[in-house]
C-alpha cells in the first residue's frame, strides 16, 4: 500500500500475486525480529495451526475427525489411585445425544479423602526443589501440545467449543504450564535478598502453603483449570482438584497429563462432584486456601465458608463475572467496531468471562454502529462445533439456554430485540443453541445482572452525558473487562481514570487475554486478583518468610574484614 501512491513504481508491480513474489524464495528473517516461538523470551510460546494453509489445515482437521473419545470415565484420583463410583454419562450439548463418556462423581467422603491424602503429601512436595516442580509443568505442557488435536475433540464433544476456540485453548493450557514454570523459578528458586546494615543477612523466600483447593469452571475447562492447578503446583502446595459438574472428561484428562509429567500422584488429587463437592471440599478446616473461578455468587458463599472458619485465616483467589461494556465514539472506525463487537459478544456462544455484554454508543453515529454489528451478526454461522464453516456453537446444558431464552423473550415482548438469528435443525435441534441476540436498551442501568451467553445488549449516549454513562457502568460493582473504541486519547485516559476495570482494551475486541502479556482478572464484584497469567498471581498462593542471620555472631563480619583496601 506504501507505493500506491509514488509514480516511480509500475502498476503491474502493485498487483503481483503473492506466490510470484515468493516464488524466488524469501528473504532472510531480520536477527532482531523474533520467531512466534520465541516471542516470549526464555518461555517457549505455545504452537497454533495456520489455517491458511491448506496442507496444516487439512492434516489437522483430519487428526481432530479421528481422535477417539475416552472410553475411560473420570473416577475420583486420590494418592493416585482410581476411586470406584457409580458413573452418569455425560451428554454432548452440540445434539443432545451424543454420550461423550462417563463419569463417576465424588462425595464427601470423597473430599475428605482427597485432603487426608494431599495433607499427607504436603511437606514433602513442599520440600521438592523449584527446578523439579518446573520441569514436570514444562513436560506437562510438551504433552498437552501433543495431544492437541484429541483434546481439542473432546473439548468440542464435551464443551460444545468451535475448532477455533479449542486451539485457543489448549495454547492457553500450554501456556499457563510453562509461564507459571518460569515464574516458580525466577520468585521460588532463589531467595531475595534484602537491604541492612553490616553485619547482618536478611533474606525473603517464599514456600508453599499446605493443600489448595481448585474449583473451576466449565467455559474453559482445559485452559483455566490447568492453570490454577499448575500455579498451585508451582508454589509448593498440593491440590486437590474439583472440575466444573458439565466438563469433567477434559479435566480427568489434564490430571492424567499432569501424573504422567512428573507431578506426584499424591500432590494432586481430583475429585468431580456438583456444588456439594465443593461445599465439602471448602469447609474443610485443613485446607490453606481456595482458587475459584465462576459466578458471584458462589465466591461469596465460599468467602463466608472460610470466614466461618476456626483456624488460619486463608486466601480465596477468585475471578468472577462482568457486565463488561465497550464505549463508543463518534471518531471510532464501523468497520473494525463491528469486528470487535461481533467477537467479544458472540465467539464461544458468549460464554466467556471477559464477553461484551453491554454496546454503549455515541447516539450520533448508533444507527450506522448498530446497522453494521446487526449486519456482521447475521452472517455468523451456527451449528457442529467440529465444522470449520462453524462460528458459533451450543451454550453449555439446557438450563443455561432456559436462562437466556427467558432473558430474551422477556425483552422480545418488549419491542426490544433489534435481532435474533436462526437456530440449526435437523441432527442439531436437540442441541442447546442459542442464536445471537442484540437487545437495545434506554439505560446502561437497565441491564443489571450478567446473562452468560451470546447476547449483545446496545444503549445509545449524548456526548453531553458521557460523564453520566461512567458512573452508571461504575455503579454496577462490576470490573472485569472494559473496551473503549475512539481515536481521542483524552477520551480513553478519561475511562480508563474512572472505571477500577482489571482488563482495558482500546480500539480492539476484548477477548483472548494471553498469558502473560494481559494478565487477567477484575475488582469489585469481579474478582479478588491477582491476576492469572501474571507476575504477582503465584505469591498468592505462597507464604513468605523472611530469614535474618547475624553475620558477627562468628567473631566479626567476615565480608567485611575480607575487604580489600581502597
Known sequence: MAGVGDPDIPATALIRRPQEMLAGGTKARHPKIPLPVDLFGARKNSVGVEFGDDAARGAFLAAVGAARLPERPALPIVGGTEIARPTRAVISPVDGTTRVGAVGEGDGETARAAIDACAAAFPAYAASPVEARATALDKAADALEAGRDRLIALLC???????????????EAVDFCRYYAAEARRQFGVDVVLPGPTGEDNRLRHRGRGVFVCISPWNFPLAIFTGQVAAALAAGNTVVAKPAEQTP????????????????????????????????????????????????????AINRTLADKRGPIVPLIAE????????????ALGEQVADDVVASAFRSAGQRCSALRLLVVQADVADHMIDLVTGAAKELALGDPADPATDVGPVIDAEAKAGIDGHVEAHRAAGRLRHAGDLPGGTLARGTFVAPTVIELASVRDLDREVFGPVLHVVRYKAAD???????????????TLGVHSRIARTVQQVIARLPVGNVYVNRNIIGAVVGSQPFGGSGLSGTGPKAGGPHYLSRFALEQVISTNTAAAGGNASLIAMGEE
Open 157 to 171: 464433544a464435551e464443551a460444545g467449543k468451535t475448532l477455533a476456540d479449542g486451539i485457543a485453548e489448549v495454547r
Open 249 to 300: 472428561l477434559i479435566a480427568a484428562e489434564a490430571v492424567r497429563i499432569l501424573h504422567a509429567s512428573g507431578i506426584p500422584a499424591a500432590a494432586l488429587a481430583f475429585v468431580p462432584g456438583d456444588g456439594r463437592v465443593g461445599a465439602a471440599l471448602t469447609h474443610d478446616p485443613r485446607i490453606a486456601g481456595v482458587a475459584f473461578t465462576g459466578s458471584t455468587e458462589t465466591a461469596w
Open 320 to 331: 468472577t463475572g462482568g457486565l463488561n461494556a465497550m464505549l463508543v465514539d463518534a471518531t
Open 466 to 480: 458521557f460523564d453520566k454513562v461512567l458512573d452508571d457502568i461504575a455503579a454496577s460493582g462490576y470490573g472485569l
